[in-house]
Antibody, heavy 120, light 107 residues
């Protein structure tokens, strides 16, 4: 059974930083591409970014609103993917989901999410 | 940028057919997927690759995609189907793109 367990969400002030983690199990993590998707309170889903598997280059791509402020990385030895969030803005608040799939064209599996609050 | 448009809400009576649409430029040339999100829960994939149903998803869920519109159909809608439904497609520049979501009310 595929499991994605996020952690690290917290209350942070505007301009601050936060690092989210996602521990995965139930599939071959080394071969997986992983993405982060967020959801502001009462709003829709928004793709944040993605990291490829190391065998596919390990490269990342980000949505325009977070590019230059957020960084995705992975530790295959720990089956963990990270989302480093810097220069946080109030509009970055919301639930952050770790996701993966068998195909880059859609999302097969979602974690339960971790809540980020950005407020002074 | 590539955008997907969904109606904000839809109401159906139990047992009726719910049809949720998702529109985008040449969407029929891309694969569309659908996700169900119940209140307080994570999204769950109900349709992928336009019309494929994941294991465990009831047969009453079906999908199609042609032209500029993808459609999620729920036949014999049940109270448990009340949720927000999101369509999604992939774009070469922005990668994963979601529609704004359709809140399905079963009453």
């Amino acid at each position: 059974e595929v499991q994605l367990v996020e952690s690290g969400g917290a209350l942070v002030k505007p301009g601050g930083s936060l690092r989210l983690s996602c521990v995965a199990s139930g599939f071959t993590f080394n071969n997986a591409w992983l993405s982060w998707v967020r959801q502001a309170p009462g709003k829709g889903l928004e793709w944040v970014g993605r990291i490829k598997s190391r065998s596919d280059g390990g490269t990342t791509n980000y949505a325009t609103p977070v590019r230059g402020r957020f960084t995705i990385s992975r530790d295959d030895s720990k089956n963990t993917v990270f989302l480093q969030m810097d220069s946080l803005k109030t509009e970055d608040a919301g639930m952050y989901f770790c996701t993966t799939g068998t195909n880059l064209l859609w999302i097969d599996f979602w974690g339960r999410g971790t809540l980020v609050t950005v407020s002074s | 940028s590539f955008d997907l448009t969904q109606p904000p809400s839809l109401s159906v009576s139990p047992g009726q057919t719910a049809t949720i649409t998702c529109s985008g430029d040449n969407l029929g040339n891309r694969f569309a997927s659908w996700y169900q999100q119940r209140p307080g829960q994570s999204p769950v994939q109900v349709i992928y690759q336009d019309s494929e149903r994941p294991s465990g998803i009831p047969e009453r869920f079906s999908g199609s995609n042609s032209g500029t519109t993808a459609t999620l159909t729920i036949s014999g809608t049940q109270a448990v189907d009340e949720a927000v439904y999101y369509c999604q497609a992939w774009d070469s520049s922005t990668e994963v793109v979601f529609g704004g979501g359709t809140k399905l009310t079963v009453l």
